[in-house]
């Protein structure tokens, strides 16, 4: 199969971002004085903010409203700017693949005021980037519509393109479009099994590198 283009995830996948993100809700919720509970960040995995806002007032008693929550944690975030960290691979291969000519998208779940933070973190911020975030959809993930917008701007067919995931949500939009879907996990995640059928998974960023060049010499 000849790749006509690549959909990236951001968050875990392009940058590990992950901790910070996990660390600015910690900053919330400690400032509200609730526990943080071991298992957090594999509750979170995959979720939108809106979900995360539902999980907390749910299992720790959160008593904010969700806009407030928003609010607080982007606030957080931007104060841990500094920590953000490409994760490691895979900017080479975006980098490689855009020298090869290959069309390439952001697809993520976050809000653009994060997805534009990050972006500048990883140097992606630059002219005709296509970068989805959850502002510009109805639904997103695991919808299939983030997706199909980024595919119809860089004008190409679903058939032609792969999306790279660290998350089973995530992987489930891809399939969703009718995509081809790498799953590429954070190292020890135990979440591996969670990814829905039909996708390839991928253990590091060699194997990644490999699959995708391998299908544009």
């Known amino acids: 199969m000849t790749i006509g283009a690549v959909l990236w ?3 875990g996948t392009l940058i590990d971002s992950e901790p910070v993100h996990i660390a600015a809700l910690c900053d919330v919720l400690a400032q509200e004085a609730l526990a943080v509970p071991a298992q957090l960040h594999e509750w979170l995995i995959g979720l939108s903010a809106r979900e995360v806002h539902e999980l907390l007032v749910g299992r720790l008693g959160l008593a904010m409203s969700y806009p407030a929550l928003v609010d607080r944690k982007h606030a957080a975030y931007r104060r841990r700017r500094d920590e953000l960290r490409p994760r490691q691979g895979g900017m080479e291969i975006f980098e490689i693949l855009a020298g090869r000519g290959i069309r390439q998208a952001i697809v993520s779940n976050s809000d653009r005021v994060l997805v534009d933070l990050n972006l500048q973190a990883v140097g992606l911020a630059v002219p005709d980037l296509v970068s989805i975030s959850r502002n510009d959809v109805r639904c997103g993930k695991p919808d299939a519509e983030p997706y199909l917008r980024a595919a119809w701007l860089l004008g190409a067919a679903p058939s032609e393109c792969t999306v790279v ?28 099994a969670a990814f829905p059928t039909g996708i390839e998974l991928v253990d590091s960023a060699e194997a990644l590198r490999e699959l995708l060049y391998r299908n544009h010499p």
Do not use: C, K
């Not at 939009?173 to 590429?184: F, K």
């Open 165 to 192: 995931e660290d998350s089973p949500t995530g992987a489930a939009s891809g399939l969703a479009a009718g995509m081809r879907v790498v799953a590429w996990p954070q190292s020890g995640d135990t979440g591996a």
């Open 9 to 11: 995830d951001l968050d």
